[in-house]
């Protein structure tokens, strides 16, 4: 498309759509770009359109999940047609079938500019992270050499996946985000059943869904040294299940790292293998001691990344290390209790908080959902704490609210608890690894807030 001179502003729509499954999906409409203005101030308002497709449930009624979430539109531009820029992401409500209108200031003086954007539906069940940072990530495979593992998988290996979330500059033109979950995983109707989802749509919906992240980008620009946080996923879970909070506070300029446990549902590795993890989760039975051996291992390996590795070589801050877990894994509370190099533990809605009767006394917060599944537990861990030690719980807020599964199904108004959510641990992490005086959240899900 031309517009009047002196400067030429040519429309493309470049991508692939995503496959149509009969009986399942109706045809959506491709992400295009559908028309283009040159304001007096010679600036160019964009306008881009598409729509998700319908899904049909087994009993043939229209039930479109993916209203309920979001959808990604990466623009990119380019003066001649061979050097391609990323000039924004824009994100849409898949509920609001407005066009969605961009306006490229940097067309002002351009005696041409082209513009294309991906046919690709990028749907994201996750709102916009906060921080000033995009989202780099990368998975690793790794291996422990003290140790066999013949409790991890079967077959017996003692190597397994670790994933980073870090800060990184906005990627460049031609990528695109990275899946929210790997595909087996995914796509598996026992893991969902296992974790109290529901298995038809997380198998029809989950494999289809990006994060805010992209794959193996440099880290943003600069020498900063960024600070850590190692992630302990819940009992039968995985290293990505609680993306989205890994996702917000790496925009914030952390590191997170998360590595599958001996008691995860099952690990994907890149040469294909899919293996299942060993737990029983009708008996709460995991492996702490391998848990905790984990982290141990986790804590050696950045200590060898940060001096040698291609990407976080130098920009690891290992005197500013905390710990996150979850469910099952309350038991970092004995990683953050015995290991110096660990400064505070974050926790929500965890268990094996008892490991050691001295409690804790480092920096601690512990969140709880409405259910007091594990009430009694964490408040021993907060009775025994000297000082610097927060209790919380979150109104509206279940067992599974800090993980994913609360942006896939909830509705929009009920995500409000995993928000509630994020801003405490955003503040705890802030507080006792930056060193910041943030002020306490004021979301009004928080509520029986005890201090110390």
Same mark, same amino acid.
């Given at each position: 498309?031309?517009?009047?001179?002196?400067?030429?502003?040519?429309?493309?729509?470049?991508?692939?759509?995503?496959?149509?499954?009969?009986?399942?999906?109706?045809?959506? &409409? #491709?992400?295009?770009?559908?028309?283009?203005?040159?304001?007096?101030?010679?600036?160019?308002?964009?306008?881009?359109?598409?729509?998700?497709?319908?899904?049909?449930?087994?009993?043939?009624?229209?039930?479109?999940?993916?209203?309920?979430?979001?959808? =990604?539109?990466?623009?990119?531009?380019?003066?001649?047609?061979?050097?391609?820029? +990323?000039?924004?992401?824009?994100?849409?409500?898949?509920?609001?079938?407005?066009?969605?209108?961009?306006?490229?200031?940097?067309?002002?003086?351009?005696?041409?500019?082209?513009? +294309?954007?991906?046919?690709?539906?990028?749907?994201?069940?996750?709102?916009?992270?906060?921080?000033?940072?995009?989202?780099?990530? !990368?998975?690793?495979?790794?291996?422990?050499?003290?140790?066999?593992? =013949?409790?991890?998988?079967?077959? #017996?290996?003692?190597?397994?996946?670790?994933?980073?979330?870090?800060?990184?500059?906005?990627?460049?033109?031609?990528?695109?985000?990275?899946?929210?979950?790997?595909?087996?995983?995914?796509?598996?109707?026992?893991?969902?059943?296992?974790?109290?989802?529901?298995?038809?749509?997380?198998?029809?919906?989950?494999?289809?869904?990006?994060?805010?992240?992209?794959?193996?980008?440099?880290?943003?620009?600069?020498?900063?040294?960024?600070?850590?946080?190692?992630?302990?996923?819940?009992?039968?879970?995985?290293?990505?299940?609680?993306?989205? !909070?890994?996702?917000?506070?790496?925009?914030?300029?952390? &590191?997170?790292?998360?590595?599958?446990?001996?008691?995860?549902?099952?690990?994907?590795?890149?040469?294909?293998?899919? %293996?299942?993890? +060993?737990?029983?989760?009708?008996?709460?039975?995991?492996?702490?001691?391998?848990?905790?051996?984990?982290?141990?291992? %986790?804590?050696?390996?950045?200590?060898?990344?940060? /001096?040698?590795?291609?990407?976080?070589?130098?920009?690891?801050?290992?005197?500013?290390?905390?710990?996150?877990?979850?469910?099952?894994?309350?038991?970092?509370?004995?990683?953050?209790?015995?290991?110096?190099?660990?400064?505070?533990?974050? =926790?929500?809605?965890?268990?094996?908080?008892?490991?050691?009767?001295?409690?804790?006394?480092?920096?601690? %917060?512990?969140?709880?959902? @409405?259910?007091?599944?594990?009430?009694?537990?964490? /408040?021993?861990?907060?009775?025994?704490?000297?000082?610097?030690?927060?209790?919380?719980?979150?109104?509206?807020?279940?067992?599974?609210?800090?993980?994913?599964?609360?942006?896939?199904? /909830?509705?929009?108004?009920?995500?409000?608890?995993?928000?509630?959510?994020?801003?405490?641990?955003?503040?705890?992490?802030?507080?006792?690894?930056?060193? @910041?005086?943030? #002020?306490?959240?004021?979301?009004?899900?928080?509520?029986? !807030?005890?201090?110390?």
């Amino acid at each position: 498309m031309k517009t009047m001179k002196p400067t030429n502003l040519i429309l493309f729509g470049l991508g692939l759509l995503l496959s149509v499954r009969s009986g399942v999906w109706a045809q959506p &409409v #491709p992400h295009h770009l559908s028309g283009l203005t040159v304001l007096p101030d010679k600036t160019a308002m964009l306008s881009l359109e598409g729509s998700v497709s319908n899904m049909f449930n087994l009993t043939g009624t229209i039930s479109n999940q993916f209203m309920q979430m979001f959808d =990604l539109y990466p623009i990119e531009a380019s003066s001649n047609l061979l050097d391609w820029t +990323r000039l924004a992401l824009l994100l849409r409500p898949n509920n609001d079938l407005n066009p969605l209108l961009f306006q490229d200031t940097n067309a002002v003086g351009l005696s041409q500019c082209f513009y +294309r954007a991906p046919t690709n539906h990028l749907l994201t069940a996750f709102p916009k992270p906060t921080g000033p940072f995009a989202v780099g990530t !990368v998975d690793r495979v790794m291996i422990d050499p003290a140790r066999t593992n =013949l409790y991890r998988y079967t077959p #017996p290996t003692n190597a397994f996946m670790v994933t980073f979330w870090y800060p990184a500059d906005p990627p460049v033109a031609g990528i695109l985000p990275a899946a929210m979950w790997d595909q087996r995983f995914a796509k598996d109707n026992n893991a969902a059943a296992a974790l109290g989802f529901d298995a038809q749509w997380t198998r029809l919906v989950a494999p289809k869904l990006v994060g805010h992240r992209f794959g193996a980008i440099p880290l943003a620009a600069g020498s900063s040294r960024h600070p850590v946080i190692l992630f302990s996923h819940g009992l039968a879970g995985g290293r990505k299940i609680q993306s989205q !909070v890994a996702e917000e506070l790496a925009s914030h300029g952390y &590191v997170v790292v998360a590595m599958d446990h001996p008691d995860c549902w099952a690990t994907e590795f890149p040469d294909g293998r899919y %293996l299942a993890g +060993r737990f029983q989760v009708a008996t709460l039975t995991g492996d702490v001691p391998g848990r905790l051996r984990d982290m141990q291992f %986790l804590l050696e390996a950045l200590v060898a990344l940060n /001096q040698s590795d291609p990407l976080f070589a130098s920009r690891l801050d290992l005197d500013r290390i905390g710990v996150y877990g979850i469910s099952f894994g309350g038991a970092v509370v004995e990683t953050c209790r015995s290991d110096d190099r660990v400064q505070c533990a974050a =926790l929500y809605d965890v268990m094996n908080v008892q490991l050691n009767s001295a409690g804790l006394q480092k920096p601690f %917060l512990v969140a709880l959902g @409405e259910s007091n599944l594990f009430y009694s537990q964490d /408040q021993w861990l907060f009775g025994k704490a000297r000082t610097n030690a927060v209790f919380l719980q979150i109104r509206g807020a279940e067992h599974s609210t800090a993980i994913d599964t609360a942006w896939l199904w /909830q509705t929009p108004q009920g995500r409000s608890p995993a928000l509630a959510i994020n801003a405490c641990m955003l503040w705890f992490f802030n507080t006792y690894l930056k060193g @910041e005086t943030p #002020p306490f959240p004021t979301n009004p899900e928080i509520y029986n !807030v005890q201090r110390k």
